[in-house]
């Protein structure tokens, strides 16, 4: 008796995956091999909703406010942190919901385990928890929680509501038309405690329990450590019969629908499509699900696609941006998203495709079946990437699917192997291709959603808010508000009432030292010895080369920007986009730019071009901005074509009229759906307060690129003006491409590589023809790394600002704000650990201001951390629902932390250490990782150990250490002289929030609109 493996399978040829269940309990235990210094645990239950009263949500929420054995709110958090994991975490999806872990080593895994599994099985579920966590009113009548703050930012946003109706058209009378994350109304009148009780006791159940753990860890040590908690559900007696959830059968779409959903916004530009019909089934059909996948991506991937030729590569684009997306239900669904479509053209976009699928299905036009073979092998080539790049979620969400529809022992081995179908696929004809595409969207009846902007829906979600709120306080009226106060205060105090401190305490802290991290070399051009096979001497600028275990090869090449007058500068953007989507020029032919798209597309796995490191959009600039950062990833095989491509893309593509005005428009298009993210559009806003005038920060910015791009699009039109465009463009590409202005940063099992039959030295001799290093080879090579903080504007250009901005934007309800002041700047610093230490003590899962701001309701997020490539230190709120009681308590509490009188907890201090550490650690929780942090260790000027020195140092941090720096950088960060401050808010929203600001005694400056902002 006991836990039984019920079958073994290797994911895609690569990690062992073993499946067990127990004969006592019916819990299931599923372990992946995966390598690296982290242990994740996704800890799955089969959820259904036939309603948006958000019953699956709240409970998710509600899951960590305590459990029967240990029953205080925040504890499994506290309980976490110890473990040397950073707090806890869940998802709700239509389907299921998950709840999350993950500890640096497996000790603490082990440790947390049983005390996750209590909480999950069996929570308190307190009236109190209810009113803080999921909704109240407040005393002065205004609407709460922490559920409802997070549906309050997302309900009403293009792409919820696109989604939502879709999914109702395609699922009537299903639970997969729920919104389960509730609605905002039903939150207000609808959901109740009692109401969540029920659905916990009908689907938190042990034989519902899917328990997936990931990485080192051996499972007869998981099965002892979940022991204790399988007494307990047999002591708890035998359950009534479980019915599986999503067991009745989806129901055939009777007809096709086509409908128009508004959304609210400041201006009416562009919107979204969607188009969606029935797939496969999840349950016996999933090879077919992959075909469709593969179908889907050959119609949508890549500027060389059909939809992407018709649609956007052209000089009346339809959209900046089309992609597909399969939603894995019981019956499945198959959609392709049109993105940014310009408003008068929503109404054609159907029409449109299915003249183009119909001249598929009826043979008008033929397939390529070249690319078609080139599409499986990426597709099979990207699912070994992801075992790399993310090889925890990877084998999770493959095994939920299985968990939810899969039938048999068979659907384990084959959903974790798909690249056993893939490599079927690549004999079939197009016979086969046509056939499935008419099967499934030609003769198939289909949902059509059109969402668009509207600024009468903006006004009147707004209009309507007000009245709701105002009756809402004249029904409740002074007694009412008063009641209303106190029970949220009551509640509050209940949450508060802290864990014993021996409980917490008798969880051991893990040693951090044996954790076993993933092992890299690396070799330098500075340096004596090379790696195996390859000269990096003899490269035609500074290179470094690591050397790692990894079924690929990774090629980042950087360009320094620093040398850009402020005239050129602002052709970065457009240079990217026509770097990797121009025709090249070999010889004296010009290769169409289509077929350069089709050459990266079946060469590499992945080739993206950005300013910075992880930039998060077009027009955002990553960390070490003053770069421009091509990245390459190959299989071993392809090194050479990968090198090849690189120089064809540096030096030798073509910017043509006709591509400049694509990608321009393309890109002025894109700019519609940034502008409504709150988000990103205070942390532009912010970055544009702290940068000067000529930097890539600036320059590059959305809005200085409408103008900018819109200007191109103008003087395109005249060929004289046409040619001083394209006469920039080849100059700005001239002065970055300049081999003084290059870096490259290669890794590689060098091993491997040196086994391959090839000389790895000569693709490189080729760019040394280009660049002209073979006859005139740089005397010195050296990196040009420019840190970020170099390009902020002076401390007296800095005072001459307005320092605290609100700007109005209609397409978000909550609030988000950004501050920052200036910090440490090198990340040698000595003061940064501890300065990294005191934030995380304050910033921790149940720490201060968690309590105090996401315990309260006022913001569903927060942060504080240092940015040293900046020199600056941020504070964030995230979707706030009342920012300016957030920022009060933030502020309230790193004051009272300031000080040879501040309070360190000791236990919180210990808990604050052991998220620390495994934070630095799961920097390199991947191979991929390693390569990005590799990377940024030379840019750092760290040693390539970086992050595990970091990790051993916070041990060694005291509370002294914790006075001296709070002292020296956190006093600042409120002391509004020396500060930058944005927030970007509802229009019916900014005058309250001047008002609350400014009794604080800080003066603020309301914008009416971005285009009013210093972002213009």
């Not at 509370?959 to 509802?986: A, G, P, Q, W």
Request: with cysteine; glycine share 6%; aromatic share 8%.
């Amino acid at each position: 008796m006991g836990f039984q493996r019920l079958v073994t399978a290797k994911a895609n040829e690569v990690i062992l995956v073993h499946k067990y269940r127990s004969d006592l309990t019916g819990l299931t235990v599923v372990v992946g091999e995966v390598e690296g210094p982290v242990v994740n645990g996704y800890f799955t239950l089969a959820t259904e909703a036939y309603d948006d009263d958000g019953l699956p949500h709240t409970l998710e929420h509600l899951i960590f406010l305590g459990s029967e054995k240990y029953p205080f709110k925040g504890i499994l958090d506290l309980v976490a942190n110890r473990c040397l994991a950073s707090g806890t975490n869940a998802w709700t999806d239509r389907d299921h919901t998950c709840y999350t872990m993950t500890t640096a080593g497996s000790d603490g895994f082990l440790t947390l385990l049983p005390v996750y599994l209590d909480h999950i099985l069996y929570p308190t579920l307190s009236d109190a928890g209810f009113v803080t966590e999921v909704h109240h009113i407040s005393g002065d009548g205004i609407d709460g929680g922490v559920v409802y703050c997070e549906m309050q930012g997302r309900e009403n946003t293009g792409e919820s509501r696109a989604n939502l109706e879709m999914l109702r058209a395609a699922y009537p009378n299903s639970g997969y038309s729920a919104e389960t994350g509730g609605i905002m109304s039903n939150l207000r009148n609808s959901t109740s405690i009692d109401k969540v009780r029920a659905y916990h006791t009908s689907y938190y159940r042990p034989d519902n329990l899917y328990i997936i753990v990931t990485g080192q860890i051996r499972a007869e040590d998981i099965f002892a450590a979940l022991e204790p908690i399988e007494q307990k559900i047999i002591s708890k007696g035998v359950l009534p019969q479980f019915t599986k959830p999503w067991q009745t059968p989806v129901a055939p779409l009777k007809a096709s629908t086509n409908m128009k959903v508004e959304y609210p916004a400041d201006e009416e530009d562009c919107g979204l499509v969607n188009v969606a019909w029935l797939g496969p089934k999840s349950t016996t059909e999933y090879d077919e699900l992959t075909d469709c996948s593969v179908l889907l991506r050959y119609l949508t991937d890549t500027s060389a696609s059909p939809i992407q030729r018709d649609f956007i590569e052209n000089e009346d684009p339809h959209a900046s941006n089309v992609s597909y997306s399969i939603v894995e239900n019981s019956r499945s669904l198959l959609y392709i998203g049109f993105e940014n479509v310009p408003l008068g053209k929503e109404d054609g976009i159907f029409q449109k495709l299915n003249d183009l699928l119909i001249s598929f299905g009826g043979g008008k036009e033929k397939l390529d079946m070249t690319r078609m073979t080139n599409v499986i092998e990426r597709y099979r080539l990207e699912a070994l990437s992801s075992l790399e790049s993310n090889p925890h979620d990877d084998i999770a969400f493959h095994l939920i699917g299985e968990m939810l529809y899969g039938t048999n022992n068979d659907d384990f081995e084959k959903r974790l192997n798909v690249n056993r179908h893939l490599m079927s696929l690549k004999v079939k004809d197009e016979h086969f291709w046509v056939s499935l595409l008419n099967k499934y969207f030609v003769n198939a009846n289909h949902v059509v959603v059109r969402a668009v902007p509207s600024i009468k829906e903006n006004l009147r979600i707004a209009s309507a808010e007000l009245l709701r709120i105002e009756e809402q306080r004249k029904i409740l009226g002074e007694n009412g508000l008063k009641e209303k106060s106190k029970m949220l205060a009551d509640a509050m105090a209940s949450n508060d009432i802290l864990p014993p401190n021996e409980m917490i305490t008798s969880f051991p802290v893990p040693p951090a030292e044996a954790i076993k991290f993933y092992p890299v070399e690396v070799f330098r051009t500075s340096d004596e010895i090379s790696p195996i096979g390859i000269n990096l001497r003899s490269l035609p600028f500074y290179t470094e080369a690591y050397d790692l275990h990894t079924n690929f090869c990774y090629l980042k090449v950087s360009l320094n920007t620093s040398e850009l007058t402020a005239e050129l500068r602002p052709y970065l953007v457009l240079l990217m986009e026509l770097l990797i989507e121009s025709p090249v020029r070999r010889g004296n032919k010009l290769i169409p730019y289509e077929e350069v798209v089709a050459a990266l597309e079946s060469n590499t796995v992945e080739t993206t071009i950005e300013l910075g490191f992880k930039a998060s959009s077009r027009f955002s600039v990553g960390s070490y901005g003053n770069n421009v950062t091509l990245h390459m990833q190959v299989s071993r095989e392809k090194y050479v074509k990968g090198i090849e491509l690189i120089g064809e893309l540096l030096y030798h593509t073509t910017f043509t009229t006709e591509r400049i005005k694509v990608c321009a428009t393309k890109l002025v298009n894109e700019i519609a759906q940034f502008k409504r993210d709150g988000n990103s559009i205070a942390k532009e806003i912010m970055r544009a307060m702290c940068y000067h005038e000529d930097s890539n920060v600036r320059a590059c910015s959305l809005l200085k690129q409408s103008k900018f791009l819109t200007g191109i699009l103008i003087q395109m039109e005249q060929s004289e003006f046409a040619a001083d465009v394209i006469a920039k463009l080849n100059k700005t590409r001239a002065i970055i491409t300049l081999p003084e202005n290059i870096s490259l940063h290669m890794a590689a099992d060098w091993q491997a590589m040196g086994r391959l039959d090839i000389d790895l030295n000569q693709p490189w001799k080729l760019l040394q023809i280009a660049t002209g290093t073979f006859e005139n080879p740089l005397p010195s090579k050296r990196l040009s790394a420019v840190p970020d903080w170099m390009n902020l504007i002076s401390k007296n250009q800095y005072a001459k600002k307005p320092n605290s901005l609100i700007v109005k934007l209609g397409s978000v309800e909550s609030a988000f704000l950004f501050l920052t002041c200036r910090a440490i700047r090198d990340f040698k610093d000595p003061d940064l650990v501890p300065l990294l230490l005191s934030l995380q003590y304050l910033t921790q899962l149940e720490g201060p201001l968690w309590r105090h701001i996401r315990g309260q309701g006022f913001a569903y997020g927060y942060n504080i951390a240092p940015r040293p490539n900046e020199g600056l230190l941020y504070f964030t709120l995230y979707r706030a629902s009342n920012v300016a009681a957030a920022f009060k308590e933030a502020m309230l509490i790193t004051r009272n932390h300031i000080g040879d009188l501040a309070c360190w907890d000791d236990t919180l201090l210990e808990s604050a250490r052991s998220s620390l550490i495994y934070e630095i650690i799961a920097r390199e929780n991947s191979i991929e990782k390693v390569v990005d942090a590799s990377v940024l260790s030379c840019f750092k000027n760290v040693p390539l150990n970086y992050n595990q020195a970091l990790a051993l140092q916070v041990r060694e941090v005291t509370k002294e250490d914790l006075i001296r720096v709070s002292k020296r950088y956190l006093e600042k960060l409120f002391t509004n002289s020396e500060t930058c401050m944005i927030i970007v808010c509802h229009p019916d929203k900014a005058s309250g929030i001047e008002t609350a600001f400014g009794d604080m005694g800080i003066s603020t400056k309301v914008e009416n609109c971005l285009e009013d902002s210093i972002l213009a």
